[in-house]
């Protein structure tokens, strides 16, 4: 075990959870014990994760008498879809998995999303653990409840709120991910800063390169702070009637990016930064933004190596796939902008010219 574990807690009544992290966590199993209320349970994953940790997370279970199946479903963003999603139900009904079995996530955002969104449907609700094992999901992804599958027609449009029981974010699982990943997650992390904390984004300008050579103190500070910020949201706003939007910085036209140029083309962090530096663009048009903090939002996304321009897919074309944006309201585009850093809104001020001016001056 390496450093002292970090303890969270997502505060929501009685369906309050902690969020444990830490480096080698996956080698105690006492605190999934506790979360499990029965001793039966499903660790979903998937191909690329499984050979990586799922035997020492059975190991843990089954030498504590837990009665544990796998369900490993193909790697990959394309198959965050119905299709893959019933494979969860087939493992389940075949394995006779009753209302108190417990869903076990491990993996990315795309596995924590497909077993939350199975957890609250079978049987109209089973318990369900996440094991986040990328830098997005131990971030972002895992805490808070949002559960989906993607439409052919956009991104994240079949879901429900349903909270875990525990998240535990293994930071020692992030030396296996791949470059490319851990930059796609350090974009949500920056959005934390973005949105409501100067003094984090702060520290990211200067800890950034101990970021991507995974120093591991960096990294569970990292988690540490932006699950802090997540939490607090999440406990204000749970089902977003408010500030949870503010989360959604750059998605809106990341989302764009992902469904127009296909599930998995971009990845979601790489989305997401783009789609941030569009909202930068426009809260500097509204004359927000400065021009200096608008540069200065580029020029970190840049040192992670993250796109700072967007897909070339056309205004028209972004603008088609922005209005099934669920915070469309009443037909109107509402936006999260910024009004400086560590300040977000959500706006429908921005008017349809000004926002086709973003995208195109961001390469759209
Ligand atoms: P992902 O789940 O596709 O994982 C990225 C890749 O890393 C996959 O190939 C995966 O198999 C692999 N991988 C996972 N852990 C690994 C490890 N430790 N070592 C090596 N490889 C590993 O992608 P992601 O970035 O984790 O999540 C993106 C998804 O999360 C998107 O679908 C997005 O919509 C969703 N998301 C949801 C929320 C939410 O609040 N529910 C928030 C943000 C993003
Ligand atoms: N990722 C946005 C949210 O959880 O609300």
């Not at 969860?88 to 009753?98: C, H, K, N, Q, W």
């Not at 993607?150 to 525990?166: D, E, R, S």
Request: charged share 20%; glycine share 10%.
């Amino acid at each position: 075990m390496g450093e002292a574990v970090r303890v969270l807690d997502v505060a929501l009544g009685e369906r309050s959870y902690p969020i444990r992290i830490g480096s080698g966590l996956l080698d105690n199993p006492a605190p999934l014990l506790a979360a499990l209320g029965r001793r039966r349970a499903f660790v979903v994953t998937n191909e690329t994760v499984a050979p990586l940790y799922l035997g020492r997370v059975l190991a843990g279970l089954r030498a504590n008498g837990v009665d544990v199946s796998a369900v490993v479903l193909p790697d990959g963003e394309a198959h965050k879809d119905w299709t893959t999603l019933n494979l969860i139900y087939d493992a389940l009904l075949s394995g006779m998995a009753e209302r108190s079995t417990t869903l076990v996530a491990l993996g990315g955002g795309v596995i924590g999303d497909m077993t939350g969104f199975a957890a609250a449907t079978y049987q109209r609700g089973v318990p369900f653990i996440q094991i986040p094992t990328t830098l997005l999901s131990q971030v972002d992804s895992s805490v808070g409840g949002k559960t989906a599958i993607n439409h052919p027609l956009g991104k994240n449009m079949i879901g429900a709120f349903y909270q875990p029981k525990l998240v535990l974010a293994d930071i020692a699982t992030l030396n296996t991910l791949p470059d490319r990943e851990l930059k796609a997650g350090l974009a949500e992390v920056i959005k934390y800063g973005l949105i409501r904390d100067l003094t984090f984004f702060e520290w990211l300008e200067s800890n950034v390169e101990r970021l991507l050579a995974r120093d591991s103190s960096a990294l569970a500070e990292a988690v540490e702070r932006s699950c802090r910020n997540k939490a607090e949201v999440v406990a204000a706003d749970e089902t977003e009637q408010g500030e949870r939007a503010t989360l959604n910085l750059g998605h809106t036209f990341g989302h764009a990016i992902e469904t127009g140029m296909g599930y998995g083309v971009w990845l979601h962090g790489e989305a997401v930064a783009a789609g941030t530096i569009m909202a930068a663009a426009l809260s500097r048009m509204l004359g927000w933004l400065s021009e200096a903090d608008t540069a200065r939002i580029a020029q970190l996304f840049a040192r992670v190596g993250l796109p700072v321009q967007g897909a070339p897919l056309g205004a028209d074309r972004y603008l088609e796939l922005m209005r099934h944006d669920k915070k469309v309201a009443d037909g109107q585009l509402r936006l999260v902008l910024l009004k400086a850093i560590g300040r977000a809104v959500v706006s429908s001020e921005a008017n349809e010219a000004q926002i086709r001016a973003a995208i195109e001056a961001c390469g759209g």
